[in-house]
Structures are given as C-alpha cells and as structure tokens.
C-alpha cells in the first residue's frame, strides 16, 4: 500500500534553514508528481510546492525564493529545503501523492520557527 513517512522538522530560529524529506513506497515514485501542504494552527491546508514527474516545480508566492523542492528517484524520496524561515512558516508540513484524483498523505511533521 500507499506509504509517505516524513521527517526532518523541528524548531529553528527565524532565519535558519531546515530540510524536509518523504519517503514514498508502495507506488511507482518515478512517474507521479509530488507535493509538499502545511497546515497552521486554526488554519487550512495549503499548497506549499509540487515536483512533477519531470521536474518541474512550482511555489506558493509565501515560499519563492526560500523554499526549494526536490525528488531522488533513486531513492524515492522527495525533498523540501527551507531556507530564510519565518515565524509564519510555522505548521505542520505534509507530504502529498494523488493517484487517480484520491489523496495520499503522510502523517506530517511539525515545523516551528521561534527565538
């Protein structure tokens, strides 16, 4: 079945950088596009960015420029690198595959930017 396990948040100071990754098994990873949604407190989810099969990206206006999106089909893992962050970047970040226009996500993982 479908898995996307997340990892790499955490709590970063304004300014900092960190990096996201998605592990992805139990599908075809090479020939689907993948994307990246955050959710904020009281919030709703957002796109954040997407990578297409070919490599092609996109970016919420928030994030251009600061965030860049990644994949290794090698190792079937899709990548978000942040940098300049900000208290606003503050959410829980997901990890997205759609397949036959049904959602798969993984379980998130929490981003705080404090001092």
């Known amino acids: 079945q479908v898995q996307l396990v997340e990892s790499g948040g955490g709590l970063v100071q304004p300014g900092g950088s960190m990096r996201l990754s998605c592990a992805a098994s139990?599908?075809?990873?090479?020939?689907?596009?993948m994307r990246w949604y955050r959710q904020a407190p009281g919030k709703e989810r957002e796109l954040v960015a997407t990578?297409?099969?070919?490599?092609?990206?996109n970016y919420a206006d928030s994030v251009r420029g600061r965030f860049t999106i990644s994949r290794d089909n090698a190792k079937n893992t899709v990548y978000l690198q942040m940098n300049g962050l900000k208290y606003e970047d503050t959410a829980v970040y997901y990890c997205?595959?759609?397949?036959?226009?049904?959602?798969?996500w993984g379980q998130g993982t929490q981003v705080t930017v404090s001092s």
């Open positions: 139990g599908f075809t990873f090479n020939i689907v596009a």
């Open positions: 990578i297409t099969s070919t490599g092609g990206r």
């Open positions: 997205n595959m759609r397949q036959r226009d049904y959602d798969y």
